[in-house]
């Protein structure tokens, strides 16, 4: 079970997994790239139920803040429900399409339908990667290579 609290702190190893796991879904080992970048150290941590991707120099100026104060820093990339769950929020897609394993390109038609609430038809499809399964983690792009969302392939 979750402790809730308003502080900012670590990922547990439990936690870890499960947003490791979570995140391996969509794109697979490339989850260690998120953390080993280029341009500097980055972390995830737990504020209020949710889980943040932040530079590490941002994360120690968080701390300067009072806790009540504090209500968001860096990226925040999902949340863990009341039940230990992973949730992935629309704002971690920025993250996710770079490193997808499987991507879908909908045509314009098809992705304003979509926009709309309905499905993505096999005739809506611009195009995917090959080895792109059923039930597998995707992120739909428009064809001007925008990703829109992540979901499964039905």
Known sequence: PLFRSARMRPLTDEETERLF?????YIGDNVKLLIDRPDGNYVFRLHRERIYYAKESIVKLATNFARKQLISFGTCIGKF??????????T???FL?????HKVWAKPGAEQSFMYGNHVLKSGLGRLTET???NQGVVIHSMGDMPIVRGPVF
């Open 21 to 25: 796991k979570k995140l391996a879904v």
């Open 81 to 90: 429900t009341k039940n230990g769950a992973c949730r992935l929020h629309i």
């Open 92 to 94: 971690a897609l920025d």
């Open 97 to 101: 399409a770079p490193y997808a394993k």
């Open 132 to 134: 792109t399964a059923a």
